[in-house]
């Protein structure tokens, strides 16, 4: 009997010891600009949630999705969320308007952003788009930016010589491109990927000037970097080494993609079938983590390479006034990133 009631003791104190980690953890509401969580968001999200790297820093993650980057932003700004993983144009419109909202980690190194149009189309730069439909996720996109300004780069009127009408999913925005209700669509390369995968190769217009600007990353108000430096840390530390894996491990960052967000799956395919029709879109997002040559350390902020973004985003009318790229890039938290074994993030076995 007293060997029994000792063992009950020991299952009680075990019951509380998991209750207080628990209760230890602090939940982070992480805004991602896409009302869909696809497997370039979810691979790396969903291997660190697996292998319990959020966890392990005292972080429970609660993801909201959200219409676009200027929603994020706001979303942000407001407290509504603590982070969230948004686009460079909508960070640096709400700079221009006073905000403080800054990167504290830049996950994608170059552009993904472009106009695109089926790979068998008449158009061949976006002056041919004058008097045509471009197609946007959601008019809370960064793509109505990147069109607009584009458009404006190539001598056309933005607000009279196209048209940006919200196109929706990839499987919607392709619809609408094979039917030709619109002539282009501004989305981002993993979309571009998605829709290939179904039957529709897509073809970037050139804009060699974007090439080489950052995409998406960690973004918060200046304040709670400074007061919360952990709780930031913790979650692009968790996304760094998910990322990692995935891009180690596609397959099996996969299948963790559609444990973890089981709504993603396809109706109709077997998960095999899924996993393959999703290998474009996880290859895109791996091109956009590769590290810049001569970088080390994950999710570095060039300020030059924001300063560059900036100035084309002014010199297309977008933005007004004068604002420093060190105004919206903060690596006060990047040693505190990195604080991990990249052999772990790659086999965590």
């Keep these: 009997m007293g ?25 982070v509401r992480l805004g991602w600009c896409n009302p869909a969580i696809d497997i370039s968001a979810g691979a790396p999200l969903a291997s660190a949630m697996e292998f319990g790297w959020f966890a392990e820093k005292g972080v429970k993650l609660t993801i909201v999705p959200l219409a676009g980057s200027t929603d994020c932003v706001l979303n942000v700004t407001t407290g509504q969320v603590k982070t969230a993983f948004a686009a460079p144009e909508a960070v640096a419109i709400m700079a221009s308007k006073g905000g403080a909202v800054q990167y504290f980690y830049t996950g994608f ?102 090439e080489n600007f ?79 040559a001569g970088q080390e350390k994950w999710g570095y902020s060039a300020a030059s390479q924001y300063q560059a973004y900036i100035d084309w985003l002014k010199g297309r009318g977008v933005l007004e006034g004068e604002i420093a790229g060190e105004r919206i890039a903060n690596n006060a938290l990047i040693d505190a990133i990195n604080d991990f074994d990249e052999g772990k993030a790659s086999r965590p076995d």
């Excluded at 060997?3 to 939940?27: M, N, Q, R, W």
């Excluded at 089926?118 to 045509?132: N, Q, T």
């Excluded at 008019?139 to 010589?161: E, F, H, Y």
């Excluded at 919360?228 to 995935?246: H, K, N, T």
């Design 214 to 292: 950052p995409s998406n990353g960690f973004v918060a108000l200046k304040s709670t970097i400074e007061k919360e430096p952990d709780v930031l840390a913790a979650v692009a530390r968790g996304y760094a080494m998910g990322g990692i894996f995935s891009r180690d491990n596609p397959e099996e960052a996969a299948r963790l993609y559609f444990k973890h967000f089981p709504q993603a799956r396809s109706t109709g395919l077997s998960l095999e079938e899924d996993i393959r029709r999703n290998m474009p879109t996880l290859t895109a997002v791996v091109r956009l983590w590769a590290l810049p």
């Design 109 to 210: 190194n170059r552009n993904m952003f472009g106009v695109a149009v089926p790979e068998g189309s008449d158009v061949k730069s976006m002056a041919d788009l004058k008097g045509k439909r471009i197609g946007v996720f959601t008019m809370a996109s960064v793509g109505v930016v990147i069109a607009r300004s584009m458009a404006k780069a190539a001598g056309l009127d933005p607000d009279s010589d196209i048209s940006i009408v919200v196109s929706g999913s990839p499987s919607q925005s392709q619809a609408l491109l094979e039917s030709g209700e619109i002539a282009a669509i501004s989305h981002w390369d993993m979309i571009y990927e998605t829709i290939a995968s179904s039957g529709l190769k897509m073809r970037k217009l050139a804009d060699p000037a974007m």
């Design 3 to 27: 060997k029994y009631l000792i063992s009950l003791l020991v299952a009680a104190v075990a019951s509380l010891a998991g209750h207080a980690a628990l209760a230890d953890e602090t939940e």
